[in-house]
């Protein structure tokens, strides 16, 4: 069982720049897949970006693609999201999620999660 703990949220101006972490405990980190997922008020919640055990693998939403980058660091075991020329449209509780195995985009195939950050974008 792996344990997530965030930060980073906040609040930020459109064009900024915030960067999401995801501390891990328990296990190998290197055992599990991780992701971001995000949901908006009233809305579903949505993958973000995804990354694969070894790292070498990423996934990116069409909203986000070129603007957001997620990354690990296996000695921090930690996950980052740098999110970079944020828009009014990606104001959403942005939460970290964990799964042994490949990683895919499904919030339901997720175990482990985070307890969420707000991350709020002004126009």
């Known amino acids: 069982q792996v344990q997530l703990v965030e930060s980073g949220g906040g609040l930020v101006q459109a064009g900024g720049s915030l960067r999401l972490s995801c501390v891990a405990s328990?296990?190998?980190?290197?055992?599990?897949?991780m992701a971001w997922f995000r949901q908006a008020p009233g809305q579903e919640r949505d993958v973000v970006a995804t990354?694969?055990?070894?790292?070498?693998?990423?996934f990116y939403a069409d909203s986000v693609l070129g603007r957001f980058t997620i990354s690990r660091n296996y000695a921090k075991y930690t996950v980052y999201l740098q999110m970079d020329a944020l828009k009014p449209e990606d104001t959403a509780v942005y939460s970290c999620?964990?799964?042994?195995?490949?990683?895919?985009?499904?919030?339901?195939?997720?175990?482990?999660w985070g307890q969420g950050t707000q991350v709020t974008v002004s126009s």
């Open positions: 999620a964990a799964r042994q195995g490949p990683s895919n985009i499904y919030a339901t195939h997720y175990d482990y």
């Open positions: 990354i694969s055990r070894s790292g070498g693998s990423t």
């Open positions: 328990g296990r190998t980190f290197s055992d599990y897949s």
